[in-house]
């Protein structure tokens, strides 16, 4: 699978693995997820407490009041009289004359009796009430209430309208501290879950096999772990957050709209079924637009660290404009793509949300509202009040939902952009180590091919017996460095077999099989920190005092001892602030440390000036002491003393011997050898060839050693 292909994993694939990481911190997100219902449960009292205090305490003087002998509160004196509302009367206490107080516009009356049937519509004419009804019209003698008539009947709500308030107080209180505890446990549930993702792909990235990078960009790889991860974590803070806390106040919300009134809810309930159609639609389009994003976002990436890394070369030969056209190119297509998102989201951004929620409004005004308002309907204005209170409420987080659906789409992309790249095979793992082996490298009858059915090495047969140096020479492409790549099982061979100390090593754990093999690059790799930390490559099993002995053995302090800080000395991104020759010693020293019984140096003195190439060369006796070493040669003259010595031509091994065997021979490597000592080589004819003089054999015409 290619790592920046424009195609995701399923969602439901995807949501369930995101699941099972939420799953590692459940205790988390179930107690932030239970303060989030109890907030929602204390924000939607609200609405119950204004219909409470509205129909029972505001509006509630409408009731019957009845004179009483009993001592209560709850009574209030009226013209010398003694009065208590007719609700408020306990089982079989005793009532006297009635009277009635109705609001009639603006005003309110008094009725010297109780109005058998108060629902209706009102006028007040002269002394007369007349309320209409569909059953009839009533008709009796009322008289108007003055401002300080009115307050003496609400002197006893003012007690009960201050202890809902109070209550509403203590819930708002709640509702409060809960909204922060679920925002902290949510955020600090989201950031472990990212966390752990993170490092599980960090994890998978350094266990892919060698062959996955051949091909690979590292910043398409970068975009994967940093990009990607951080817009999941997007997916638990905020979209988790607004999804939830909407879901669970919508549903509370309903359960409270049908305690109210169930017609209302139900023409309510109509809603629902269009939002989803809603979501649905514009996940259709935003899914792949954000996979498009995201992908273009991944190689803008990956050309932006290779112009970094290659920005001495791209100015050296000019090449900034034609840079800058391929960066526009693909930022150019991911802002089109963005735009197209924009246009999406501005289609169906909150405003769509608005104009539901003034539907519905108007729906609930036009069938129920005048009928409240009027006196003629079947729900109180009490609960009108708390109905159009919680539906206002339910467009708070649907909105809230609407606005994070970019969010969730772009989540759900990135999660699987992640989880495509952990589903890619890695090598097997195996925890442990091996005793160190002594280095005894037999290739036997090995193939090795890159692509199908394209060999790079055929039929290779040698040997190297334990301590001895093995030189490995040849034009570029005629398979040294697939040698090495076989023998540290970053690819393994189609055809033979290689033993190490007669054990095959495909039944080695590659990670056991590397733990006694060490290697030394032509440009060496220096990790960001300090001299001695690349050393030791922060192993707590080597010490200071190891690292301070294998730069010594190397000759590594004559060079290194300039620095203001001597090991400590801080190493930039591939120490770049360090010579070349400083860093080869350094991955000298690097190699000794680890004490490798197989030892591999890729032509460590190709680019060393003069003076520093004689401290390397003594430091290279330092390492191949004790070990079976394999060297990449370029200058055959840094080879002479090598025990064996492979001519490779095309995959296959053409010579092979010493370098006066070698020299004898007269053949390919005698050719190589020719032009690089100026085109004049003189051969010991004793050794060579067993005559008793010398031979000079004099090449006027340079021959390609290909």
């Known amino acids: 699978m ?17 699941w099972n990481y939420a799953m590692h911190y459940k205790g988390t997100f179930i107690l932030s997820l239970i303060m989030l219902t109890l907030a929602v449960a ?39 009289s003694t009065y208590k509302r007719s609700d408020r009367f306990e089982p079989g206490e005793v009532k006297g004359d009635a009277l009635h107080i109705l609001q009639v516009g603006y005003s309110f009356v008094l009725v010297n009796e109780e109005v058998p049937n108060p629902k209706g519509e009102r006028a007040f004419n002269d002394g007369v009430l007349k309320i209409t009804t569909k059953n009839g019209v009533w008709e009796g003698a009322a008289s108007s209430l003055s401002l ?17 308030m109070a209550i509403y107080g203590l819930l708002l209180f709640l509702s409060i501290f809960m909204s922060f505890g679920k925002i902290l446990g949510l955020q600090t549930a989201a950031n472990k879950v990212i966390r752990k993702l993170r490092g599980d792909v960090y994890v998978h990235v350094q266990r892919l096999p060698i062959p996955y990078f051949d091909n690979l960009p590292a910043g398409k790889v970068v975009s994967r772990i940093t990009n990607d991860t951080e ?25 409270a709209l049908f305690i109210l009134d169930a017609q209302l809810a139900l023409i309510s309930l109509l809603l629902v079924p269009m939002i989803i159609l809603w979501i649905v639609l514009y996940r259709k389009f935003a899914t792949g637009y954000n996979t498009i994003i995201r992908s273009r976002l991944s190689e803008i990436n990956a050309i932006i660290n290779e ?39 501005a289609l169906t951004s909150h405003n769509l949300v608005n104009v539901l929620r003034n539907i519905a409004f108007i729906a609930v005004l036009w069938f129920f509202g005048g009928a409240a308002l009027n006196e003629s309907g079947v729900i109180t204005l009490g609960v009108l009040y708390a109905f159009t209170d919680l539906l206002g409420r339910m467009f708070h987080p649907l909105t809230g939902m609407v606005n994070q659906l970019a969010n969730l789409d772009q989540s759900i992309v990135s999660a699987g952009r992640v989880f495509e790249l952990m589903d890619e095979p890695v090598e097997p793992h195996s925890d442990g180590s091996m005793p160190r082996y002594k280095g005894h490298v037999v290739f036997d009858q090995v193939s090795f091919a890159y692509k199908k059915d394209e060999y790079v090495l055929k039929n290779l047969n040698f040997e190297a017996k334990p301590g001895q140096t093995v030189a490995l020479v040849g034009h570029t492409g005629s398979g040294k460095s697939s040698i090495m790549n076989l023998l ?75 620095l203001p800080k001597g090991i400590d000395e801080p190493v930039i991104e591939k120490g770049s602030t360090l010579s070349a020759g ?74 092979q011997g010493t370098h006066d065997e070698l020299i004898a021979l007269g053949g390919r490597y005698f050719r190589m050898y020719q032009l690089q000592q100026g085109g004049s080589v003189t051969a010991d004819s004793s050794a060579a060839q067993g005559s008793s003089s010398p031979v000079t054999t004099t090449v006027t015409t340079p021959v390609s050693p290909v």
């Open 2 to 18: 290619q790592l920046d292909s424009e195609q995701s994993a399923k969602p439901k694939q995807v949501g369930k693995r995101l």
């Open 42 to 80: 204390a924000e939607l009292s609200g609405p119950f407490i204004a219909k409470t205090i509205i129909d029972r305490h505001i509006l509630g003087i409408e009731h019957p009041y009845y004179k009483t002998t009993t001592s209560s509160s709850d009574n209030v004196t009226f013209n010398g």
């Open 148 to 164: 300080q008539q009115m307050l003496v009947f609400y002197e006893p709500e003012v007690r009960g309208i201050l202890y809902w």
């Open 231 to 255: 817009a999941v974590k997007d997916l638990f803070v905020a979209v988790l957050s607004n999804f939830t806390s909407g879901i669970i106040m919508i549903t509370g919300i309903y359960v």
């Open 307 to 345: 112009s970094i890394q290659g920005m001495p070369v791209i100015r050296a030969f000019r090449r900034e404009k034609h840079t800058m056209d391929e960066f526009e190119n693909l930022n150019s297509d991911y802002m089109k793509h963005q735009n197209k998102m924009l246009n999406l989201n």
């Open 488 to 562: 540290f099982r970053f690819y393994d061979p189609q055809k033979g077999q290689i033993r190490i100390d007669d054990q095959d090593i495909t039944d080695v754990p590659k990670q056991w099989l590397r733990q006694h093999m060490g290697i030394v690059l032509q440009d060496p790799y220096l990790f960001t920190g300090t001299i001695a930390s690349n050393v030791s490559l922060n192993d707590p099993s080597i010490s200071r005092e190891k690292v301070e002995a294998c730069l010594q053995a190397v000759g590594a302090d004559r060079v290194l001892k300039q």
């Open 582 to 655: 400083q860093r080869q010693l350094i991955s000298f020293a690097r190699a000794l440390a680890y004490e490798p019984a197989i030892l591999i140096l890729d032509e460590a003195t190709a680019n060393i000036d003069t003076e520093t190439e004689a401290i390397i060369q003594d430091a290279l006796e330092v390492l191949k002491r004790g070990r079976t070493t394999f060297i990449i040669a370029h200058r055959l003259s840094t080879i002479r003393s090598a025990d064996l010595i492979l001519v490779l031509n095309r995959g296959e091994i053409v010579e």
